[in-house]
Protein backbone atom coordinates (compact mmCIF):
# COMPACT_ATOMS: atom_id res chain seq x y z
CA UNK A 1 0.00 0.00 0.00
CA UNK A 2 2.69 2.40 0.39
CA UNK A 3 3.95 2.40 -3.17
CA UNK A 4 0.89 3.46 -4.06
CA UNK A 5 0.34 7.25 -4.58
CA UNK A 6 -3.33 8.13 -5.12
CA UNK A 7 -6.33 6.55 -5.00
CA UNK A 8 -6.51 6.68 -9.08
CA UNK A 9 -3.65 4.29 -8.81
CA UNK A 10 -5.35 1.76 -6.41
CA UNK A 11 -8.78 2.08 -8.69
CA UNK A 12 -5.91 0.88 -11.44
CA UNK A 13 -5.46 -2.44 -9.53
CA UNK A 14 -8.81 -3.63 -9.03
CA UNK A 15 -9.78 -2.38 -12.08
CA UNK A 16 -6.48 -4.85 -14.11
CA UNK A 17 -7.72 -7.45 -11.65
CA UNK A 18 -11.45 -7.38 -12.61
CA UNK A 19 -10.10 -7.61 -16.22
CA UNK A 20 -9.15 -10.68 -15.54
CA UNK A 21 -5.29 -10.28 -14.77
CA UNK A 22 -3.57 -12.14 -12.65
CA UNK A 23 -1.60 -11.03 -9.86
CA UNK A 24 1.87 -11.27 -11.37
CA UNK A 25 0.27 -9.82 -14.74
CA UNK A 26 -0.71 -6.93 -12.79
CA UNK A 27 1.98 -6.31 -11.19
CA UNK A 28 4.55 -6.44 -14.51
CA UNK A 29 1.97 -4.01 -16.48
CA UNK A 30 0.84 -1.26 -13.71
CA UNK A 31 5.18 -1.42 -11.96
CA UNK A 32 4.11 -2.78 -8.31
CA UNK A 33 5.12 -5.68 -6.29
CA UNK A 34 2.94 -8.62 -6.25
CA UNK A 35 2.14 -8.84 -2.55
CA UNK A 36 1.11 -4.60 -3.44
CA UNK A 37 -1.81 -5.93 -5.49
CA UNK A 38 -2.54 -8.65 -3.78
CA UNK A 39 -3.36 -6.63 -0.40
CA UNK A 40 -5.35 -4.33 -3.05
CA UNK A 41 -7.27 -6.91 -4.57
CA UNK A 42 -8.04 -8.27 -0.94
CA UNK A 43 -9.47 -4.85 -0.22
CA UNK A 44 -11.16 -4.43 -2.64
CA UNK A 45 -13.05 -7.95 -2.33
CA UNK A 46 -13.67 -7.59 1.31
CA UNK A 47 -14.31 -3.91 1.42
CA UNK A 48 -15.40 -2.56 -1.66
CA UNK A 49 -13.00 0.56 -1.57
CA UNK A 50 -10.30 1.96 -3.27
CA UNK A 51 -9.46 4.60 -0.90
CA UNK A 52 -6.75 4.80 1.83
CA UNK A 53 -7.61 3.25 5.14
CA UNK A 54 -4.82 5.06 6.89
CA UNK A 55 -6.67 8.11 7.41
CA UNK A 56 -8.93 6.75 9.67
CA UNK A 57 -5.54 5.12 11.86
CA UNK A 58 -3.88 6.55 14.89
CA UNK A 59 -4.93 8.57 17.58
CA UNK A 60 -7.86 10.85 17.64
CA UNK A 61 -6.67 14.72 17.48
CA UNK A 62 -7.64 16.44 21.22
CA UNK A 63 -7.40 19.43 19.67
CA UNK A 64 -10.38 19.48 16.64
CA UNK A 65 -11.26 23.16 14.24
CA UNK A 66 -13.36 24.42 17.26
CA UNK A 67 -10.75 24.09 19.63
CA UNK A 68 -8.36 25.60 17.34
CA UNK A 69 -10.46 28.58 17.15
CA UNK A 70 -11.08 28.79 20.38
CA UNK A 71 -6.89 28.63 21.17
CA UNK A 72 -6.55 31.23 18.53
CA UNK A 73 -8.82 33.91 20.23
CA UNK A 74 -7.18 33.13 23.73
CA UNK A 75 -3.92 33.98 21.50
CA UNK A 76 -5.53 37.36 20.11
CA UNK A 77 -6.41 38.29 24.06
CA UNK A 78 -2.91 38.10 24.63
CA UNK A 79 -0.36 37.51 22.84
CA UNK A 80 2.20 37.58 25.66
CA UNK A 81 0.59 34.28 27.46
CA UNK A 82 3.04 31.51 28.35
CA UNK A 83 2.38 28.41 26.80
CA UNK A 84 1.43 27.14 30.40
CA UNK A 85 -1.09 30.10 30.54
CA UNK A 86 -2.34 29.49 27.36
CA UNK A 87 -2.82 25.62 28.28
CA UNK A 88 -4.97 26.61 31.66
CA UNK A 89 -7.19 29.23 30.15
CA UNK A 90 -7.85 26.80 27.32
CA UNK A 91 -8.81 23.39 29.83
CA UNK A 92 -11.35 26.45 31.48
CA UNK A 93 -14.46 24.52 30.87
CA UNK A 94 -13.45 21.70 28.64
CA UNK A 95 -14.28 18.15 29.24
CA UNK A 96 -11.09 16.92 28.12
CA UNK A 97 -8.28 18.57 29.10
CA UNK A 98 -5.07 18.57 27.49
CA UNK A 99 -0.79 19.17 28.13
CA UNK A 100 1.19 21.82 27.37
CA UNK A 101 2.78 19.15 24.79
CA UNK A 102 -0.61 19.40 22.93
CA UNK A 103 -1.04 23.42 23.36
CA UNK A 104 2.77 23.47 21.50
CA UNK A 105 1.80 20.81 18.65
CA UNK A 106 -1.62 22.66 18.10
CA UNK A 107 -0.07 25.90 17.82
CA UNK A 108 2.70 25.36 15.66
CA UNK A 109 0.04 23.55 13.28
CA UNK A 110 -1.89 26.95 13.18
CA UNK A 111 1.26 28.78 12.02
CA UNK A 112 1.78 30.43 15.63
CA UNK A 113 5.57 30.34 16.86
CA UNK A 114 7.37 32.13 20.00
CA UNK A 115 9.55 34.79 19.03
CA UNK A 116 10.62 38.04 20.14
CA UNK A 117 8.65 41.19 19.46
CA UNK A 118 9.92 43.72 17.25
CA UNK A 119 10.68 47.17 18.97
CA UNK A 120 8.57 49.93 18.10
CA UNK A 121 8.78 53.86 19.37
CA UNK A 122 5.94 54.62 21.94
CA UNK A 123 4.29 56.67 19.87
CA UNK A 124 1.47 59.32 21.73
CA UNK A 125 -1.99 59.56 20.39
CA UNK A 126 -1.44 63.12 18.79
CA UNK A 127 1.41 61.56 17.36
CA UNK A 128 -0.23 58.34 16.10
CA UNK A 129 -2.91 60.84 14.58
CA UNK A 130 -0.04 62.33 12.62
CA UNK A 131 1.21 59.21 11.35
CA UNK A 132 -2.25 58.13 10.26
CA UNK A 133 -2.67 61.77 7.85
CA UNK A 134 0.54 61.03 6.52
CA UNK A 135 -0.32 57.34 5.13
CA UNK A 136 -4.12 58.87 3.89
CA UNK A 137 -1.99 61.36 2.19
CA UNK A 138 0.22 59.25 0.78
CA UNK A 139 -1.52 56.30 -0.08
CA UNK A 140 -2.34 56.47 -3.65
CA UNK A 141 1.40 57.40 -4.38
CA UNK A 142 2.66 55.16 -6.94
CA UNK A 143 6.07 53.20 -6.86
CA UNK A 144 7.24 56.56 -9.63
CA UNK A 145 6.09 58.77 -7.25
CA UNK A 146 8.30 57.40 -4.38
CA UNK A 147 11.01 57.18 -6.60
CA UNK A 148 11.20 61.08 -6.54
CA UNK A 149 11.72 60.54 -2.72
CA UNK A 150 15.51 60.69 -1.22
CA UNK A 151 15.67 59.73 2.23
CA UNK A 152 18.04 60.67 4.85
CA UNK A 153 19.13 59.27 8.52
CA UNK A 154 21.76 59.19 10.77
CA UNK A 155 22.84 55.79 12.67
CA UNK A 156 25.34 55.43 15.03
CA UNK A 157 27.45 51.97 15.11
CA UNK A 158 29.21 50.52 18.57
CA UNK A 159 32.86 48.90 17.95
CA UNK A 160 31.97 46.38 20.58
CA UNK A 161 28.67 45.65 20.70
CA UNK A 162 27.29 42.70 22.76
CA UNK A 163 24.32 40.17 21.91
CA UNK A 164 21.74 39.37 24.31
CA UNK A 165 20.34 36.39 22.74
CA UNK A 166 23.50 34.34 22.96
CA UNK A 167 23.30 31.30 24.09
CA UNK A 168 25.67 28.78 25.54
CA UNK A 169 26.03 25.33 26.69
CA UNK A 170 27.18 24.97 30.75
CA UNK A 171 26.78 22.71 33.62
CA UNK A 172 26.32 24.24 37.09
CA UNK A 173 29.24 24.69 38.64
CA UNK A 174 30.38 25.80 34.92
CA UNK A 175 28.92 29.90 35.70
CA UNK A 176 32.34 31.43 35.96
CA UNK A 177 34.38 29.74 33.85
CA UNK A 178 36.15 31.86 30.85
CA UNK A 179 34.91 29.87 28.38
CA UNK A 180 31.33 30.37 29.43
CA UNK A 181 31.62 34.50 29.94
CA UNK A 182 31.13 37.26 27.57
CA UNK A 183 32.86 39.92 28.20
CA UNK A 184 31.31 43.26 27.95
CA UNK A 185 32.83 47.05 27.67
CA UNK A 186 31.13 50.20 29.09
CA UNK A 187 29.40 52.28 26.59
CA UNK A 188 30.19 49.93 23.50
CA UNK A 189 33.73 50.60 23.86
CA UNK A 190 32.80 53.84 21.60
CA UNK A 191 31.21 54.24 18.59
CA UNK A 192 31.13 56.17 14.50
CA UNK A 193 28.09 57.92 13.88
CA UNK A 194 27.02 58.22 10.08
CA UNK A 195 24.41 60.50 8.19
CA UNK A 196 23.33 59.04 5.05
CA UNK A 197 21.15 59.13 2.37
CA UNK A 198 19.89 57.77 -0.66
CA UNK A 199 17.07 57.22 -3.61
CA UNK A 200 15.37 54.60 -5.87
CA UNK A 201 17.94 55.71 -8.61
CA UNK A 202 21.17 55.29 -6.12
CA UNK A 203 22.78 55.77 -3.02
CA UNK A 204 23.94 58.79 -1.93
CA UNK A 205 26.92 59.74 0.82
CA UNK A 206 27.49 58.52 3.82
CA UNK A 207 29.27 61.32 5.72
CA UNK A 208 30.90 60.26 9.48
CA UNK A 209 29.97 62.72 12.00
CA UNK A 210 33.15 63.11 14.10
CA UNK A 211 31.07 64.83 16.96
CA UNK A 212 27.80 65.59 18.40
CA UNK A 213 25.38 66.67 15.46
CA UNK A 214 24.01 70.15 15.67
CA UNK A 215 22.64 72.41 13.83
CA UNK A 216 25.96 73.85 12.06
CA UNK A 217 27.56 70.76 11.20
CA UNK A 218 23.87 69.23 10.01
CA UNK A 219 23.99 72.71 7.81
CA UNK A 220 27.37 71.68 6.34
CA UNK A 221 26.56 68.50 5.20
CA UNK A 222 22.89 69.93 3.75
CA UNK A 223 25.10 72.22 1.93
CA UNK A 224 27.96 70.20 0.53
CA UNK A 225 25.44 66.72 0.20
CA UNK A 226 21.83 67.35 -0.08
CA UNK A 227 22.03 69.52 -2.50
CA UNK A 228 24.25 68.43 -5.40
CA UNK A 229 22.62 65.23 -5.22
CA UNK A 230 19.27 66.19 -5.46
CA UNK A 231 19.97 69.16 -7.80
CA UNK A 232 22.07 65.74 -10.02
CA UNK A 233 19.04 63.38 -9.56
CA UNK A 234 16.30 65.47 -10.26
CA UNK A 235 17.10 68.20 -12.44
CA UNK A 236 13.40 68.98 -13.19
CA UNK A 237 12.65 70.24 -9.28
CA UNK A 238 10.27 67.47 -8.68
CA UNK A 239 12.30 65.70 -5.75
CA UNK A 240 11.42 65.24 -2.14
CA UNK A 241 14.05 65.41 0.61
CA UNK A 242 13.43 63.25 3.56
CA UNK A 243 14.34 64.36 7.32
CA UNK A 244 12.99 63.19 10.41
CA UNK A 245 12.05 65.94 13.39
CA UNK A 246 15.80 65.79 15.14
CA UNK A 247 15.58 69.35 16.94
CA UNK A 248 19.03 70.06 14.84
CA UNK A 249 16.60 69.06 11.33
CA UNK A 250 14.15 71.59 12.17
CA UNK A 251 16.57 74.42 13.71
CA UNK A 252 15.69 77.51 12.44
CA UNK A 253 19.10 78.37 10.11
CA UNK A 254 18.40 74.80 8.60
CA UNK A 255 14.12 75.58 7.46
CA UNK A 256 15.72 79.12 6.77
CA UNK A 257 18.19 77.02 4.13
CA UNK A 258 15.44 74.92 2.56
CA UNK A 259 12.76 77.68 2.17
CA UNK A 260 16.16 79.06 -0.16
CA UNK A 261 15.86 76.32 -1.56
CA UNK A 262 12.13 75.37 -2.82
CA UNK A 263 12.17 76.08 -6.23
CA UNK A 264 14.55 73.22 -7.02
CA UNK A 265 13.06 70.47 -4.65
CA UNK A 266 10.70 69.93 -1.60
CA UNK A 267 11.30 68.49 1.78
CA UNK A 268 8.56 66.00 2.92
CA UNK A 269 6.83 66.46 5.62
CA UNK A 270 6.98 63.97 7.96
CA UNK A 271 5.44 62.48 11.40
CA UNK A 272 7.22 62.43 14.34
CA UNK A 273 8.70 59.24 15.96
CA UNK A 274 8.27 57.43 12.88
CA UNK A 275 11.78 56.04 11.83
CA UNK A 276 9.46 52.66 11.34
CA UNK A 277 8.74 54.16 7.93
CA UNK A 278 11.85 55.32 6.83
CA UNK A 279 13.39 52.60 4.58
CA UNK A 280 17.05 53.81 5.27
CA UNK A 281 16.31 52.21 8.79
CA UNK A 282 16.71 48.85 6.69
CA UNK A 283 20.23 49.50 5.55
CA UNK A 284 21.45 50.68 8.83
CA UNK A 285 20.09 47.18 9.95
CA UNK A 286 21.87 45.24 6.85
CA UNK A 287 24.84 47.62 7.74
CA UNK A 288 25.25 46.31 11.32
CA UNK A 289 24.71 42.58 10.04
CA UNK A 290 27.55 42.63 7.96
CA UNK A 291 29.59 44.40 10.20
CA UNK A 292 29.45 41.51 12.62
CA UNK A 293 30.08 38.90 9.57
CA UNK A 294 33.85 39.96 9.25
CA UNK A 295 35.96 37.64 9.08
CA UNK A 296 38.39 40.42 11.06
CA UNK A 297 36.73 42.98 13.13
CA UNK A 298 37.46 46.03 14.01
CA UNK A 299 39.41 46.64 16.76
CA UNK A 300 39.51 50.64 16.92
CA UNK A 301 37.54 53.25 15.44
CA UNK A 302 39.05 54.11 12.43
CA UNK A 303 38.94 50.50 11.28
CA UNK A 304 35.06 50.41 11.86
CA UNK A 305 34.68 53.49 10.26
CA UNK A 306 36.56 52.16 7.05
CA UNK A 307 34.47 49.21 7.59
CA UNK A 308 31.45 50.56 7.35
CA UNK A 309 31.86 53.29 4.36
CA UNK A 310 32.92 50.01 2.47
CA UNK A 311 30.25 47.99 3.48
CA UNK A 312 27.94 50.98 2.43
CA UNK A 313 29.69 51.39 -0.82
CA UNK A 314 29.22 47.53 -1.88
CA UNK A 315 25.25 48.27 -1.57
CA UNK A 316 23.70 45.67 -4.42
CA UNK A 317 20.91 48.58 -6.18
CA UNK A 318 18.29 45.86 -5.62
CA UNK A 319 19.02 45.61 -2.62
CA UNK A 320 17.88 49.35 -1.55
CA UNK A 321 15.17 49.85 -5.15
CA UNK A 322 13.30 47.08 -3.25
CA UNK A 323 12.82 48.67 0.19
CA UNK A 324 10.85 51.71 -1.75
CA UNK A 325 8.71 48.83 -3.31
CA UNK A 326 7.91 47.74 0.05
CA UNK A 327 7.02 51.41 1.32
CA UNK A 328 4.94 51.64 -1.39
CA UNK A 329 2.66 48.24 0.02
CA UNK A 330 3.18 48.93 3.17
CA UNK A 331 1.60 52.78 3.49
CA UNK A 332 -1.25 51.54 1.30
CA UNK A 333 -2.06 49.40 3.71
CA UNK A 334 -1.56 51.42 6.86
Not at 4 to 17: L, P, T, Y
Request: aromatic fraction near 8%; glycine fraction near 6%.
Amino acid sequence: MSEWESNFERGMVVGARRAGLSISQSAQLLGFSRTTISRGSKEWCAKGKTSSMRQSCGRKCLVDARGQRRMGRLIQADRRATLTEITTRYNRGMQQSICEATTRTTLRQMGFNSRRPHRVPLISTTNRKKRLQFARAHQNWTVEDWKNVAWSDESRFLLRHSNGRVRIWCKQNENMDPSCLVTTVQAGGGGVMVWGMFSWHTLGPLVPIGHRLNATAYLSSVSDHVHPFMTTMYPSSDGYFQQDNAPCHKARIISNWFLEHDNEFTVLKWPPQSPDLNPIEHLWDVVERELRALDVHPTNLHQLQDAILSIWANFLKNAFSTLLNQCHVELRQF
